[in-house]
């Protein structure tokens, strides 16, 4: 019976739901779409539940949680749904789009519903039924059925008999009822935690890395740098240096010594559009270039890459390009090189764990760094998940632990971070407790900016570069 109405009911609200989408053309935003799909997903288990139980009560018991799962995950979204609404910031990526990222939709379904839906950022979903907008609607609904849900487990546990139903509520005394209410609080919560666990655990990949890929429209930013080709085990892959009337010509190496600054890039960036495409860098390189030459690096998976990105991957990608930079402009084993860091965002991980790699390491720029996946979930989900998903993560990033190894492998090599104090993506007290643990850090709290890498490239990075090459007098 429990299976019949919950399918029953959810097909009718997403019948519902589709029918004013049609009838007054209400915007959606990624994760409202997210949000019906989870509907469907119980309609599905539901109806497979219904179908089974009557002949295997024990699959039956697994459908069973299955809703219960997809009811908490549901209602996970939801509540998340609505405190980013209230907590969306005016320009760059929002807390909203970074969780509608986190979406498991199959990509055909997905490419559906972009094709003939317009779709909003979520705090614009100002619609609504009855004056109710979505979000508060799927908060209504899954909040309801979470109680339907909970109320059926306590049944089925506690072995009640349809016949004695009734007679066991009159005879109920108040303890009974607040048993039941702890019962139903505990099964709920318990849904909510272990599905949104099991959905962190499960697209962690697609939480820390959102590979852009190269267009046509991209060809034109070429022109400004030379490609260096190289192989990883998962495919064929690119780097780029950047070229400019000062740069030293390819395949000319200097005499004695060079300096190369490696540049790396966030989560969802790429080198050519990410920076060599923004005139503001452009300049930024060219100054740089003056005394060093510039390597811009694009993980696997990203623009023209072959593989996907992980930990170990971005790690050897960047090694692997330095190689291939070096033969490219035909240095000898012998010939040194002082290879410099400049990292944003994720790339900023990348940045100290190759720097523990690189021999020649004579400094590293940090832009919006953050301490480790693990505060990261810590700050976004709180500290019982990041607990929970913690001996499940792949890629951990530890940043602050690897800058104390740094610093004491390589005390020599300098180090500044610079953050805006406007982040949201990744708080500035990520930073100010890397510099508490780590003192002898350069630190630069920007006023006003956000996440945006773009903020940073001015005339006081461009310094502090200069100072780590020796360019300009402290």
């Not at 705090?123 to 908060?139: H, I, R």
């Not at 610079?418 to 630190?443: A, C, E, L």
């Amino acid at each position: 019976m429990f299976f019949i109405a919950f399918g029953l009911g959810y097909f009718l609200i997403l019948w519902f739901s589709f029918l004013l989408d049609y009838l007054f053309a209400y915007p959606m935003c990624e994760i409202c779409l997210l949000q019906r799909f989870l509907m469907f997903l119980i309609v599905v288990s539901s109806i497979l539940g219904g179908l089974v139980v009557s002949s295997a009560q024990r699959l039956g018991y697994v459908f069973l949680c299955a809703n219960g799962l997809l009811v908490g995950l549901g209602l996970a979204f939801a509540v998340a749904h609505l405190h980013m609404m209230q907590t969306v910031t005016s320009g760059g990526a929002s807390a909203c789009q970074v969780v509608s990222e986190m979406a498991f939709i199959p990509d055909f379904l997905s490419e559906y519903f972009h094709a003939h839906y317009a779709f909003v950022p979520c705090d614009q979903v100002k619609s609504g039924f009855l004056g109710l907008s979505f979000p508060m609607w799927s908060l209504l609904i899954y909040g309801a059925s979470a109680i339907v849900f909970s109320l059926v487990v306590y049944l089925v546990v506690t072995q009640f008999r349809s016949r004695s139903f009734v007679a066991r509520i009159r005879e109920a005394r108040w303890f009974a009822w607040c048993r039941l209410v702890f019962t139903m609080v505990l099964v709920i919560l318990f849904c909510v935690w272990i599905s949104a666990s099991i959905y962190v655990i499960m697209n962690q990949r697609n939480i820390i890395y959102r590979p852009e890929r190269y267009t046509t429209h991209d060809a034109d930013l070429l022109k400004y740098v030379d490609v260096v080709d190289y192989t990883l085990d998962m495919g064929p892959q690119q780097a780029y240096a950047f070229s400019s009337q000062k740069h030293i010509p390819k395949h000319k190496a200097q005499a004695d010594t060079c300096k190369l600054w490696i540049v790396l890039s966030g989560r969802d960036a790429v080198a050519l559009n990410g920076y060599v495409g923004k005139p503001y860098w452009r300049r930024l390189f060219e100054a740089v270039t003056s005394d060093a030459q510039v390597l811009l690096i694009d993980y696997p998976g990203f623009g023209a890459n072959a593989g996907s990105p992980t930990e170990k991957a971005n790690r050897d990608s960047v090694l692997a390009a330095h190689k291939a930079w070096r033969e490219q402009r035909a240095f000898s084993a012998t010939q040194s090189c002082q290879v410099y860091l400049l990292a944003h965002s994720m790339g900023t991980g990348v940045a100290v764990d190759v720097a523990r790699s690189l021999p020649d390491v004579h400094g590293v720029v940090l832009l919006s760094p953050f301490l480790s996946i693990h505060d990261m979930v810590k700050g976004v989900l709180g500290g019982w998940m990041a607990w929970t998903v913690w001996p499940f993560l792949w890629d951990r990033y530890p940043t602050v632990d690897r800058l104390a190894d740094l610093h004491q492998a390589k005390p020599q090599v300098p180090l500044a971070i610079f953050h805006g104090d406007q982040d949201f993506v990744i708080p500035v007290w990520h930073s100010q407790n890397m510099v508490k643990t780590n003192r002898w850090i350069d630190y630069h709290q920007v006023s006003g900016l956000g996440h945006s890498k773009d903020g940073f490239a001015d005339h006081q990075l461009l310094l502090v570069m200069q100072r780590m090459m020796g360019a300009v007098a402290d």
